[in-house]
């Protein structure tokens, strides 16, 4: 694979961790090779950081390469569409002087409404384990459109939209106890309707017409794969596929047909919400790595809990998604520690196993084992060449690539475009 911001064909950039990788960054840079770029999970409970030229921006429904602008950029029909989220980032573009008539929302995409952010409250509330939820509604509003009962982004552009409106809030409070007004919904989403209504298509037509013509897609992925609905700590999941599977379910596009698919992750790991996580560290250095790292979660502000990274869970996503490279985001927050762990292997009730999907009760009982390597004291954040990192940190992603067989091509020493080493 040639340098990854020199790519060609198709490529998916996804989250091989709890999420919070630093996909935004990596999505922006990537983009400016991109003729399209596709959204294909996740709703209003994602966050993808974007500092460039335009500003700092913080996107949930938006893909991140909207800033490319001669490229389409594509939100999937397998996306929860929030369109108050939606419209508040297409306000923040234009008041940045970012142009966005690129944009084009599945017709398919199922909506966001409010009684799926207040079920979602409620829900979370009355739980006696708490999952951790955003509580933007993203998992009710998977639950109607598995329930085949959720509005779509084309019940948008209906001529009987106030009667569904009306006929589902009905059915909402009736069975949920929620005291909704549906007209009040319906003044709403009526003027909603008229600012998303430029924005509407059919993506699937857009990626075969565009595959085609042998035009560079990029597949943006939200969250951690670890968090994915089958795969992932469940019931510590979200409800979509962050994975390439979710590519699959948004595009009709096969995983065979993805030329790049490129694995992302921090130097270390986070997890923001509730769920196991076998290589969380101390308090001391987790302390000082949300600190220094600045760990607090775009949608909700929470502190995302650090641990050392771990590998056995890189290796499993990578089986799982055929990886053809990995891109390691913050390796400067690690700059000025003695000692560096990874996660090279589990260990349970005394013997070795791996990763166990779909249980977190699983992760739960397991401990990692680690492997020590010395710490790295000098400031990388100018660096911009592999050989020029000291000598530590470059045994550290030589590690990571003997461990996992999986070539390290992207390592992020700053938040900004261009602070970054291509390999």
């Known amino acids: 694979m040639a340098k990854l911001n020199k790519w060609h064909g198709t490529a998916a950039v996804i989250g ?31 966050g993808h950081t ?8 913080a996107m949930h429904i938006t893909p991140s390469g909207i800033f490319n602008q001669k ?37 398919q995409a199922p909506l966001t409404m409010p009684w799926h ?40 552009l209906s001529s009987d939209l106030k009667e569904k409106i009306y006929n589902e809030a009905e059915i909402q409070n009736k069975f949920f106890n929620l005291k909704i007004s549906p007209n009040d919904v319906y003044s709403k989403f009526s003027k909603y309707s008229k600012v998303i209504k430029p924005y509407v298509g059919n993506t699937i037509q857009i990626i075969k017409q565009n595959l085609q013509k042998n035009k560079n897609i990029l597949f943006e992925g939200a969250q ?3 968090l994915d609905i089958d795969a992932g700590t469940y019931p510590f999941v979200t409800s979509s596929n962050p994975g390439v599977v979710g590519i699959w379910r948004s595009y009709d596009l096969h995983p065979q047909n993805l030329d790049h ?65 990995l891109a390691i985001t913050k390796l400067d927050i690690l700059s000025g520690q003695k000692k560096i762990k990874l996660g090279v292997g589990y260990k349970l009730n005394g013997k070795e196993t ?10 739960e009982n397991v401990r990692p084992v680690y492997e020590e ?27 990571i690539e003997k461990f996992t067989k999986i070539p390290v091509k992207f390592i992020s020493v700053g938040p900004k475009r261009g602070e970054v080493i291509y390999v």
């Not at 709890?18 to 709703?43: E, M, T």
């Not at 384990?129 to 955003?134: A, E, L, R």
């Not at 933007?136 to 329930?147: I, K, R």
């Open 261 to 325: 698919v490129i694995g992302i992750t921090k130097a270390y790991t986070t997890r923001v919400g509730s769920g196991p996580m076998p290589t969380k560290m101390d308090e001391k250095t987790s302390k000082q790595i949300i600190e220094k790292g600045h760990e607090v979660g775009t949608t909700t502000g929470r502190i995302r809990s650090p641990g050392w990274q771990d590998l056995v869970l890189l290796k499993y996503a990578h089986e799982a998604n055929h990886l053809t490279a």
């Open 71 to 107: 490229a389409t950029c594509l939100v999937g029909r397998n996306v929860a569409v929030n369109l108050e989220v939606l419209i508040q980032e297409l306000d923040s573009f234009k008041k940045a002087g970012v142009a966005f008539k690129n944009l084009v929302i599945d017709e």
């Open 373 to 399: 390597f010395e710490g790295w004291q000098e400031d990388i954040s100018n660096v911009r060449e592999f050989e020029r990192l000291p000598k530590n940190a470059k045994k550290y992603i030589e590690a």
């Open 16 to 46: 091989i961790d709890w999420g919070d990788s630093g996909k935004g960054r990596l999505i922006d840079d990537l983009s400016q090779n991109a003729n399209v770029i596709a959204r294909f999970n996740g709703g209003s409970n994602t």
């Open 224 to 226: 951690g794969y670890f």
């Open 117 to 156: 952010i207040l079920r979602d409250g409620i829900r979370e509330k009355v739980r006696k384990s708490k999952i951790g939820t955003t509580g933007n509604g993203v998992g009710p509003t998977y639950a109607d459109y598995t329930e085949r009962v959720g509005l779509k982004v084309i019940d948008l």
């Open 354 to 363: 791996t990763y166990l999907s779909h249980s977190s009760e699983f992760l």
């Open 50 to 57: 974007v500092s460039n030229k335009f500003g700092k921006f």
